[in-house]
Every structure is written in C-alpha cells, then in structure tokens.
C-alpha cells in the first residue's frame, strides 16, 4: 500500500509513459508506478507492424531498459487491473492483489473491432494490437501464407505491404466502395488504388464485406456478402479500434468513444484522469499515437497543478507502403479545394477550404510538404498563406 500522494498509472503505452515521465521531471519525489497486462516494457505500438521486417523482430523499446529503475518509476508486468474502488481509492488485479493510489490515470488504449461472424474464433483469425498479437502472427507466417487482410485501412495497407514482403500473398477485403476514402476523398483513394492495384501477390476488394469465414478446425476461406468465396488459411482483422472502457465504466466513470475528460484530462472524480486511446477529450477520440503522448503529458501537468491542458487540434496519419508515401490531414472533402496531379510522376495533392481557410488535405507520392499542410490545418491558413507555404 502507499501514501495519499503516490500516482498509479493503469497501462504502459504512449499516454501512461509520456504522463509518468512529465510527472517525474515536474517532481523527484513522487511516488509513481505502472501497472500493465502486458509482459514487456513499453514499447512504440505504430512499430508492431514494422516488427515483423527488422531486425531484431521486435517493436522498437520507447525507452532503454534501465531507463524505469533509474528515474525511480515503479513498472509492474502482467497486472491486469479488473477493478477501480472509487471510495477506498484502490485498483483490484485479476490475481486480487490491490495497491491504493493518491491519484489514478487510466491510459489502457484500445482494443482491436472484431466483427462478430461465423468462424471468427478459428484459431488462424486475429488482429494485431499488442506485443502478444505480434508473436502469434510471427509464428502463423513461418510458412507460406495465403492471408486475407478484413479492412484496407492505413494499418491494414501497411501490414499487407510487410506480408507482401515476406512473399506470403495477400488479399484485402474492404467494405467502403474504395480505397482509403476517409483520408483521401474518393478522387484520392482511387489514385491511390490505382497505383497499387498491380502489386505482385496482391488483390484488393471493395465495396464488399466478409460474411463468414470458412473452416471447421481452421481457417480454410472466407465467404463475402455479394456471394465471392476467397481460400485463405489465415484471417486478420484491420477494422478499427474501440477504447477500452470496461474499468471506467465499472467504476461508474462515463464512456462514450472513450473515457469522458475535460481538457485537462479530468474525470468527474478528482482522484481520477484518463489519457490516450481510452479517453474522450472535449468529445474527440484520436486513436493516435503523437495525441496520445500529447494528453499523458497533459495529464501529468494537470496533477502537478501546472497544466494548460491538451489543445484539441488535427493530427495528420501518414503511411508508408507499397513504394509510394501518403498524408492526409482535416477535412477531406467539399467543393473549395486546390489540386495538384501529376499521374507520370504519381504525385497528388488537395487542399481543402472552408471559409477561405485551409480544413484539410492530403498528399500522395511526394509528402515532403507534410509538415507545411499540418501547420496550415492547424493555423488556418488563407489561400494567400497556403500558397507562400508551397501547398497549392
Ligand atoms: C499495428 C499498429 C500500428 C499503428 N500505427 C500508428 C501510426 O502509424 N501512427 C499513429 O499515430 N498511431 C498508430 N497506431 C495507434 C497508436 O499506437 C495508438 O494510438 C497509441 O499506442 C495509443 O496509446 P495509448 O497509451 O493510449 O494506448 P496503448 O498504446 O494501447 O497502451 C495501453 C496499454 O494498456 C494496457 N492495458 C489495457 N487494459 C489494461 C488493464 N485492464 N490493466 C492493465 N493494463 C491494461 C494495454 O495492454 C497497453 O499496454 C498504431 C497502432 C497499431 C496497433
């Protein structure tokens, strides 16, 4: 047990570490400790997918080993927290050890969708979110691999490029009618199809959904919706994330899309903030890794009682595959925008406006001016800045 002041963190990435190092640059003696389901230290979640290509085939550490013992941060493995008591101020652990806390910062991320269709329980049908996941996989692709890829999202295009480059093949089922729409309007996302619609051992559906998967012991293919069958003998499934709000909701804390704070991170118990993935900030959850360490900052700042909260702001996604670079920012859509194509070279670019200012945009192919149109987004630049900015 401790004292009234320490901090207990539930969860170990971006948020939790990115908060527990904040709180103890801000004061040496704090007690601070963190509490993880996982087996490993802290590592840079975006990098599971890259894992699977480096050398060595691990996510990349956020910090070096020692790095906890010597900044005095306690970081205890494999404690599941199952339970929060508000009044006695404890988190209960699946092995029903307890430990009190003086303020509490919930950062437990999320957890992968799973459609719930027949077969989804085969053991060759998972998803990659953690360290554990990444193992799993790792021991599926020590042989060939006919792999079906549910959802062509950012994460889902970037782990077929990486399963491409072990030489399994690969297909990707995605319901939208095409390619990443969301960040790339459709004229965008079907540039981009169009670009990578002849990789080798690749082949991209749209605009149809996975109705079951096939197998009575394993996976052997997967039925869609419009009737096409595809053999395959592994499934993974890319369609988003849900925040993890099983504990605050326990504890009788609102969930909507996350964990609901204020800006500075606050629930309605003051004992209590939330962070990253499993929080809802000023109503937007960001399911990002730079807002993540954004809002563990921030919250850390808010228990030190010098914060200035977690600005609310765009953050752009960026994906790397397939040989060709793409960014997409804001709002993608609407009819005052400016474009810059060039098929020859594979370069595409659109800035949006709304009200004169920049909302938005994305790049395709060349997105060595990414930087330019985040800050554009973000300060709300006219036509006029935009274009001394090299955007239009
Ligand atoms: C494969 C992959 C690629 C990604 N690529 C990008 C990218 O390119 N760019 C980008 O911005 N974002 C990317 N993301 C998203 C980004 O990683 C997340 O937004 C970010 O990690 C969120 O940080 P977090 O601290 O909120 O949560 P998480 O990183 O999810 O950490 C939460 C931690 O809490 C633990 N936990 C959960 N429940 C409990 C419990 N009850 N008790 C104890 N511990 C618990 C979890 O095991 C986990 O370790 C990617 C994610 C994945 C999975």
């Known amino acids: 047990m401790s004292n009234q002041d320490n901090v207990v963190i539930i969860g170990s990435g971006a948020a939790a570490v990115s908060a527990a190092k904040a709180l103890r640059a801000g004061d040496?003696?704090?007690q601070i400790d963190i509490y993880s389901d996982e087996q490993v230290a802290p590592y840079f979640r975006p990098s599971l997918t890259l894992a699977l290509t480096s050398n060595p085939p691990e996510p990349r550490p956020m910090n070096k080993p020692e790095f906890y013992v010597n900044a005095n941060i306690g970081l205890h493995l494999g404690m599941l927290?199952?339970?929060?008591?508000?009044?006695?101020?404890?988190?209960?652990?699946?092995?029903?050890?307890?430990v009190a806390y003086g303020r509490l910062l919930i950062a437990v991320g999320?957890?992968?969708?799973?459609?719930?269709?027949?077969?989804?329980?085969?053991?060759?049908?998972?998803?990659?979110?953690?360290?554990?996941?990444?193992?799993?996989?790792?021991?599926?692709?020590?042989?060939?691999?006919?792999?079906?890829?549910?959802g062509a999202g950012m994460l889902g295009l970037e782990l077929a490029a990486k399963l491409l480059e072990l030489n399994h093949r690969v297909t990707m089922v995605e319901?939208?009618?095409?390619?990443?729409?969301?960040?790339?309007?459709?004229?965008?996302?079907?540039?981009?199809?169009?670009?990578?619609?002849?990789v080798v051992n690749m082949k991209i559906v749209t605009g149809s959904?996975?109705?079951?998967?096939?197998?009575?012991?394993?996976?052997?293919?997967?039925?869609?919706?419009?009737?096409?069958?595809f053999e395959c003998d592994l499934v993974i499934i890319s369609t988003g994330v849900i925040?993890?709000?099983?504990?605050?909701?326990?504890?009788?804390?609102?969930?909507?899309?996350?964990?609901?704070?204020?800006?500075?991170?606050?629930?309605?118990?003051?004992?209590?903030?939330?962070?990253?993935?499993?929080?809802?900030?000023?109503?937007?959850?960001?399911?990002?890794?730079?807002?993540?360490?954004?809002q563990g900052k921030a919250a850390a700042g808010t228990i030190l009682?010098?914060?200035?909260?977690?600005?609310?702001?765009?953050?752009?996604?960026?994906?790397?595959?397939?040989?060709?670079?793409?960014?997409?920012?804001?709002?993608?859509?609407?009819?005052d925008y400016s474009e810059v194509r060039d098929d020859e070279k594979k370069d595409f670019r659109k800035i949006f406006?709304?009200?004169?200012?920049?909302?938005?945009?994305?790049?395709?192919?060349?997105t060595s001016k990414m930087l330019q149109l985040s800050h554009a987004v973000n300060e709300q630049y006219n036509k006029t800045q935009a274009a001394e900015a090299g955007l239009l």
């Open 353 to 366: 406006f709304g009200g004169g200012n920049v909302i938005g945009g994305f790049m395709i192919g060349d």
């Open 81 to 98: 927290a199952v339970k929060i008591d508000r009044e006695a101020q404890l988190v209960v652990f699946s092995d029903d050890s307890k």
């Open 209 to 229: 959904a996975v109705k079951e998967i096939c197998g009575s012991d394993h996976v052997e293919g997967v039925n869609l919706a419009d009737g096409r069958h």
């Open 28 to 30: 040496a003696a704090l």
């Open 243 to 294: 925040s993890n709000a099983d504990l605050a909701k326990q504890c009788g804390l609102e969930s909507r899309h996350g964990i609901v704070v204020d800006h500075l991170l606050r629930t309605v118990d003051p004992a209590i903030f939330a962070a990253g993935d499993c929080a809802e900030v000023e109503c937007r959850n960001f399911g990002l890794w730079e807002p993540a360490l954004a």
């Open 175 to 198: 319901c939208a009618p095409g390619l990443l729409h969301k960040q790339l309007s459709a004229t965008g996302g079907d540039f981009y199809e169009e670009l990578i619609k002849d």
């Open 110 to 150: 999320a957890h992968c969708y799973i459609p719930q269709i027949p077969g989804i329980g085969l053991p060759e049908a998972m998803s990659l979110r953690n360290h554990k996941d990444l193992r799993r996989l790792q021991g599926f692709l020590e042989i060939p691999r006919n792999i079906l890829v549910i």
């Open 305 to 335: 009682g010098e914060s200035d909260g977690f600005q609310c702001k765009s953050y752009g996604a960026f994906l790397n595959a397939f040989g060709t670079k793409v960014y997409s920012i804001g709002q993608v859509d609407g009819d």
